[in-house]
């Protein structure tokens, strides 16, 4: 038996796995961690769209609640005057 052989050819196959692993997005996001460059240091037009997009949100869903309001109180259409029954 020849483990020596077996150990040599696991240790290949686990550097090569290691290799690719780091040459990918967790590789770049350890060589930006380690510059000094987080996750948080992102460009200013990035931050001013999520501020943009967090406002729109709490817009729309004042609406909703406004809408949903609205609803609970048995709003219909036909209760106009001259409604649906004319």
């Keep these: 038996m020849d483990i020596g052989g077996g150990l040599v050819v696991a240790l290949i196959v686990i550097c090569v796995g290691l290799v690719k692993i780091f040459r990918g997005p967790v590789g770049e996001a350890l060589a930006n961690r380690m510059r000094g460059r987080s996750l948080g240091a992102t460009d200013s037009a990035l931050l001013a ?31 106009l005057p001259g409604g649906a029954h004319r």
């Design 49 to 79: 769209d999520v501020e943009s997009l967090k406002q729109r949100l709490a817009e729309v869903e004042e609406r909703l609640d406004f809408a949903e309001r609205l609803l609970s109180q048995g709003a219909h259409g036909d209760q």
